[in-house]
């Protein structure tokens, strides 16, 4: 098993590098808790939020907090897709049930983390801010003091830069 996987990564045939800011986000191949397929129309066309989290991570629930409080701040609302990472849906419905996610937060699972190595996820919480042209604005890996301030004025800048699809300033 190890030479095979040692062939593999001399061969480069291993993931593709994470996307970085200002390149395309990957697609979201996710399920939802009910065990669907989650798929988003799109995530051009507005500004987009996804958040990556785990139920046992103490900083991802500041950081969901966090976003809600951003949205209730936001004079036009961003997409917000929650990713629970290498849990199962139980688990995951538990959590929700204690702690209720955002208001019109879309919730999906990535059980095997396949997305979120696509996405570049590498610690909790991990968050994507997406333009409406589907490109990856700001990357906010952890949480910390100032998280909340950081995200509102990103989300702001996107719209005051005239971001495709956002709303004039």
Do not use: K
């Not at 990564?9 to 989650?38: H, I, Q």
């Not at 139920?55 to 036009?76: F, I, N, Q, Y």
């Not at 990535?110 to 610690?123: I, K, L, N, P």
Request: charged share 20%; with cysteine.
């Amino acid at each position: 098993m190890r030479c095979a996987l040692a062939l593999l990564l001399a061969l480069g045939l291993s993931d593709p590098p994470p996307p970085g800011v200002g390149e395309r986000a990957p697609a979201l191949e996710l399920l939802t808790v009910d065990g669907r397929p989650f798929a988003p129309a799109s995530l051009e066309g507005g500004v987009t939020i996804v958040d990556f989290f785990a139920t046992w991570c103490g900083p991802c629930h500041a950081a969901l907090a966090d976003l809600s409080a951003v949205e209730a701040r936001l004079p036009t609302r961003a997409r917000l897709i929650v990713v629970a990472v290498g849990e199962d849906a139980p688990t995951v419905r538990r959590f929700v049930a204690a702690h209720p996610l955002p208001a019109g937060a879309e919730l999906a699972l990535d059980r095997e983390r396949v997305t979120a190595r696509q996405w570049g996820q590498e610690r909790f919480p991990t968050t994507f801010l997406v333009d409406a042209t589907g490109t990856i604005r700001h990357i906010n890996r952890g949480w910390g003091s100032g998280y909340a301030a950081r995200v509102y004025r990103w989300l702001l800048g996107l719209r005051a830069r005239g971001a495709p699809g956002a709303p004039p300033p």
